[in-house]
């Protein structure tokens, strides 16, 4: 069926690089990164996480990107094709990355949606208030309210949807070509604020001062766990962008400069936001209070503190857009050459299937507050099903398969660009990795995050 289908692509090497770094930048370098850097020893987590990148997070993103590349197709024919014996189904690895992309689009659709309405509400006004009460009872009428979350989390789901019919080219390469050049200027605007503020150097010392008394095993695999998700790994996200990189693009370059600008944009977003929660007396909390209830009551003390609040709400929601796209591409091309949708109809579809699926989510505050399942709310099953179940069995099966069924051989030709690069001391570290280091290390992390040990 795919061979029927016209593929889309990205056409130009820095519209490879925009979506591809659109896609790990999100709302996880705004708040995950930043307050796990700080609360487990700031430079020392830094080091233990760029050595889960290295060993893991680039391994496994090289696999998804060269595999995509090779195959040109969706996850799920990409592995059929690759797949020397074709009675062994590791198309399955696929479906479930089908799945991972749903219910992470369940909840995190919508946090984006929180973000989108609070860009209103920032330009409104109604949230300036330097009093944390006042901040987090706007927060809360917003969560509480089933009809004000299904309706943003379906403008959220509208709003993507409708930049993915524009096509791979136009939409996802066309739309992050111009969000991460607005997304840096943001965020470098912000940190220059910030870092006028009188407690700089206190924010600083928690991102920034390494305090290796915090390195337990428990803080290595919450890095390792954090490389996974940052880099958008595991779940075929990449092995479908990879499907419309350009075939003389540098793949490992790619990656290294991805996984480089992504940790820039984390520390850049700590820089931006410690100094100035330190600066006011606030504590460096985590998740959404940090987002929705600390950062408006700082930026409402500080002069032009409106204007920045909004700025920080557009800069989110930019972040969440390139993420949220790679996302949703997912189950579209998939339905598209898998099924043989029209693109828009497999748009519409997925967008119906995200407003069932997701408003478990958006109503697991309200009207689902009681409702749960395993002992867990809808929100947080969902993101415990994907991030400690599927991403990590995802990244162990892409290791394994390529590292033990696709072969050396194969992997070494693709990633080579047919042998033009002569690189093969880097692709030969990256095969070993993949063949032997990876997959054990990603069962660890898998383990730890289902309790197990
Ligand atoms: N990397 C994104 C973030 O850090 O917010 C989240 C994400 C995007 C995870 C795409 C997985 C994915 F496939």
């Known amino acids: 069926m795919s061979n029927t289908i016209k593929r889309g692509g990205f056409s130009s090497s820095f519209g490879v690089l925009a979506a591809t770094l659109g896609s790990a930048v999100g709302l996880g370098n705004i708040w995950k990164f930043p307050s796990l850097t700080g609360a ?33 197709a969706n996850p799920i024919t990409t592995l059929q094709t690759l797949s020397p014996k074709k009675s062994l189904p590791w198309w399955l690895v696929g479906v479930a990355g089908m799945l991972a992309s749903f219910l992470i689009l369940s909840f995190y659709s919508e946090v984006v949606a929180w973000v989108f309405a609070y860009v209103f509400k920032a330009i409104g006004g109604s949230i300036l208030s330097s009093d944390r009460h006042v901040t987090e009872s706007a927060f ?27 096509g791979v080219t136009k939409g996802i390469e066309g739309i992050t070509k111009k969000l991460m050049p607005v997304l840096f200027l943001l965020l470098l605007v912000l940190c220059a604020v910030s870092l006028t503020l009188p407690k700089v150097a206190e924010g600083l010392a928690f991102l920034f001062k390494p305090d290796f008394s915090k390195i337990t095993s428990g803080v290595i695999l919450t890095a390792m766990g954090l490389a996974f998700f940052k880099l958008s790994l595991g779940m075929g ?22 996984m480089l600008a992504d940790l820039f944009v984390s520390m850049l977003a700590g820089i931006a936001i410690f100094p100035a929660v330190f600066s006011f007396g606030f504590e460096p909390s985590a998740g959404p209070s940090l987002v929705f209830i600390t950062i408006p009551a700082v930026f409402s003390q500080i002069p032009g503190g409106q204007l920045l609040m909004i700025a920080f709400f557009i800069l989110a929601s930019v972040a969440a857009t390139g993420a949220m796209l790679s996302l949703m591409e997912v189950p579209v ?11 828009p109809k497999a748009t519409l579809l997925t967008i119906a299937a995200l407003v069932v699926l997701g408003a478990s989510c958006a109503l697991t505050n309200n009207l689902l507050a009681d409702f749960k399942l395993f002992g867990k709310n809808m929100f947080d099953l969902f993101d415990f099903a994907s991030s400690n179940v599927l991403l990590p069995l995802g990244g162990i099966s892409l290791a394994l398969f390529v590292g033990w069924v696709w072969g050396r051989d194969n992997f070494q030709r693709a990633l080579s660009n047919q042998g033009t690069l002569h690189n093969a001391a880097v692709t030969g570290a990256v095969f070993f990795l993949l063949r032997y280091v990876s997959p054990l290390l990603i069962l660890i992390v898998m383990l730890k995050g289902l309790d197990l040990f």
Do not use: C
């Open 237 to 258: 996200t990449m092995m479908t962008y990879g499907s419309y990189f350009r075939d003389d693009q540098n793949i490992p370059a790619t990656t290294v400069r991805v």
């Open 40 to 72: 487990n020893g700031g430079a020392g987590f830094l080091l233990v996480y760029l050595l889960a990148t290295l060993v893991i997070g680039l391994p496994v993103m090289i696999a998804e990107i060269t595999m995509g590349r090779a195959a040109k």
């Open 140 to 166: 809360s009428a917003l969560i509480s309210d089933p009809v004000q979350s299904l309706l943003w989390q379906w403008g959220v789901l509208v709003f993507i949807g409708g930049i993915l019919l524009l």
């Open 333 to 343: 091309v998939i339905l598209h050459e898998r099924i043989g949708m029209s693109r």
